[in-house]
């Protein structure tokens, strides 16, 4: 077989780009755009229905649109998973057929969890078959896998256009379960990631009170800063959460979007390139499904959303993010709590629907994690509240470490709080976050060692023996485990730490001090 080589990034930006050329061509006849059909501008079906193309779908991000091909072109098929069907078999293919799906272990009684893939992808592409093997592990569900990879293939703005059609026929499927056996919508679960991400919303356009759909670093291209009815939004399921982690432009090679589309969008690790993932630009082969080592190298921050989704099946921990202003300020520790309410936090994963806040829209959370799995951390904010006695300089710089002990028997080795030469203000708090793969709970006692560190270029922080004190002077040190939720329980996991009698402990440069919890502890923050 004749293999060709495209570059599929560069196609996309080539599409992307062509925004400033498309518009002239908008402006004399925008239907020279629309492929042929009865009338245009419309794509018909008997069974699906009609779509509409009018000049609402172009934006300066989306400047080539066509209607879809033909349903039989797209060829979308279901391949149904339950616990007696595992996720590797090909066994069940259904429709809206109820002598077909009943000749299958579907149970309308058990909850629905359709998964969809994006572009180039097909359903048979690996990870659809891990998240399935996942869900069946986790709970018993009814699974399908959708595979539409004939429609998936490139032109990128042909395979945009196809998931129109696709998100018509999972809606006519699901409203097919509803009818006929008396499905609870609020019990079916669309996932897609990439381009299956906006099929789930097409589809939830269509299915009434739809329980919820899980976006999985929703495409970016051809979508940001779109209509709503172009794009995955929280209207199209009663609850929409989504899991960001390429959001760069597709200018620098990123393939999803940074814009909220959902009730909470997360954001591991910033939301743009994950730990492990080095950005590349690499030939991929014109064919139905890329080899996997492949996609993970050319995609490997896009597709890092599936397999956290994946990994929190396996609860390896309870993936709590946070919200917050932005990324920066959630590594500076400035994000720690969840608020009386418990507004302000929510677990990534199959337990994002625990969210009590569903009437919010575009809440952004932030959590950090590995390179590799399990990916998942336990975060921690670590205040530092310095004392400033007489014989205190106004302020010194150098590294902090510390060692953790918990009251459940376990133990965090060095951690390194502190960056280069970074200062600590004598009476001032110094907030700090950290991630471990431990969980120590409530931290009972604390060793911390201080070294100064003076700065080459700036006289201003040499600090000799004789002429000026290099000590750390620390009042107590505040440590929050931040995975405990609700607040309450977060609270519950603060401990603060000092040395027992004393107003302050002096940490000498060079020097290990052991802090332990008290509750004379004073606090001052």
């Known amino acids: 077989m004749k293999v060709?080589?495209?570059?599929?990034?560069?196609?996309?930006?080539?599409?992307?780009?062509?925004?400033?050329?498309?518009?002239?061509?908008?402006?004399?006849?925008?239907?020279?755009?629309?492929?042929?059909?009865?009338?245009?501008?419309?794509?018909?079906?008997?069974?699906?229905?009609?779509?509409?193309?009018?000049?609402?779908?172009?934006t300066t991000t989306r400047p080539i649109n066509v209607l879809p091909l033909t349903r039989a072109h797209i060829n979308t098929r279901f391949l149904l998973h339950t616990r007696a069907e595992p996720a590797e078999s090909e066994k069940f293919y259904i429709s809206a057929d109820k002598d077909a799906i009943d000749a299958t272990t579907f149970d309308p009684a058990k909850p629905i969890k359709i998964i969809c893939h994006g572009f180039i992808d097909t359903g048979n592409t690996v990870w659809l078959k891990d998240m399935a093997k996942a869900f069946l592990s986790y709970g018993d569900y009814n699974v399908i896998r959708v595979n539409w990879g004939d429609g998936s293939l490139p032109m990128y703005f042909q395979a945009t256009a196809n998931t129109r059609v696709v998100g018509l026929e999972i809606a006519y499927l699901v409203n097919f379960f509803i009818s006929e056996y008396g499905v609870d919508p609020a019990n079916v679960h669309l996932l897609g990631h990439s381009l299956g991400s906006h099929v789930s919303g097409y589809a939830g356009e269509k299915i009434k009170n739809l329980g919820r759909i899980s976006g999985l670093d929703p495409a970016g291209p051809y979508y940001t800063s779109t209509p709503s009815f172009i794009r995955l939004d929280d209207t199209d399921a009663v609850y929409v959460d989504n899991i960001h982690t390429d959001a760069d432009s597709i200018l620098m090679l990123g393939y999803g979007t940074e814009q909220a589309m959902g009730n909470v969008d997360f954001y591991p690790n910033s939301g743009h390139d994950q730990p492990g993932c080095i950005p590349v630009t690499i030939a991929l082969e014109f064919i139905t499904d890329i080899p996997d080592g492949v996609r993970d190298l050319v995609a490997c921050s896009h597709g890092r959303a599936y397999k956290l989704y994946t990994d929190s099946l396996y609860e390896p921990c309870p993936y709590t993010a946070h919200e917050c202003f932005d990324y920066d300020s959630f590594e500076l520790g400035r994000c720690a709590t969840c608020n009386d309410d418990n507004s302000k936090c929510a677990h990534m994963g199959i337990h994002a629907d625990e969210y009590t806040h569903k009437d919010r829209v575009n809440v952004r959370m932030y959590f950090d994690t590995d390179k590799v799995s399990p990916y998942c951390y336990y975060h921690y904010q670590l205040i530092v509240d310095t004392a400033h006695p007489k014989k205190a300089e106004d302020w010194v710089q150098g590294h902090l470490d510390v060692w953790l002990y918990g009251d459940n028997g376990n133990s965090i080795d060095k951690v390194r709080l502190t960056k280069n030469h970074e200062r600590f203000d004598h009476g001032q708090p110094k907030y700090f976050m950290f991630t471990s793969h431990i969980d120590v709970s409530r931290v009972i006692r604390m060793e911390v060692h201080w070294a100064y560190d003076a700065t080459l270029y700036d006289p201003g922080s040499y600090c000799f023996m004789m002429l000026c004190n290099r000590t750390l002077y620390i009042r107590s040190i505040r440590i929050s485990s931040m995975e405990y939720t609700p607040e309450v329980n977060r609270i519950d996991h603060q401990k603060d730490l000092c040395t027992p009698g004393h107003d302050y402990t002096e940490v000498k440069t060079g020097h290990t001090n052991v802090l332990v919890w008290d509750e004379t502890c004073a606090f001052n923050v």
């Open 4 to 58: 060709v080589v495209v570059w599929v990034a560069a196609v996309m930006v080539l599409e992307t780009v062509s925004a400033a050329v498309v518009p002239a061509w908008r402006s004399s006849n925008p239907v020279d755009l629309i492929k042929s059909s009865s009338t245009g501008t419309e794509w018909c079906d008997d069974v699906l229905g009609c779509l509409d193309l009018n000049n609402d779908w172009y």
